[in-house]
């Protein structure tokens, strides 16, 4: 069975970074286009940010500039770097991606931004 774990969340102050991990495990075969989403209290989740199996990434406007994502194939798991952190960024991040031909999503992982 496949699974993707989150983790590195946390609370950090405005202007702070933090660096999520997305690590898949079980029975894989193939790792295609995986990426991050978040949703905030009363808002529908939104698209971050995506990264395809060769290493093309895409970002929503409100975080170009300041977020990273990358992955490592070797390892099964991708990143997401996240610089200059906002208050507004706060929200629950969720890894998501096709493994498998399948498209799975983690359980999340909170990031709070907050003085």
């Known amino acids: 069975q496949v699974q993707l774990v989150e983790s590195g969340g946390g609370l950090v102050q405005p202007g702070g970074s933090l660096r999520l991990s997305c690590a898949a495990s079980g029975s894989i075969f193939s790792i295609g286009t995986m990426g991050w989403h978040r949703q905030a209290p009363g808002k529908e989740r939104e698209l971050v940010a995506t990264i395809t199996s060769g290493g093309t990434t895409n970002y929503a406007d409100s975080v170009k500039g300041r977020f990273t994502i990358s992955r490592d194939n070797a390892k099964n798991t991708n990143y997401l770097q996240m610089n200059s952190l906002k208050p507004e960024d706060t929200a629950v991040y969720y890894c998501?991606?096709?493994?498998?031909?399948?498209?799975?999503w983690g359980q999340g992982t909170q990031v709070t931004v907050s003085s």
């Open positions: 998501g991606g096709y493994i498998n031909s399948w498209y799975y």
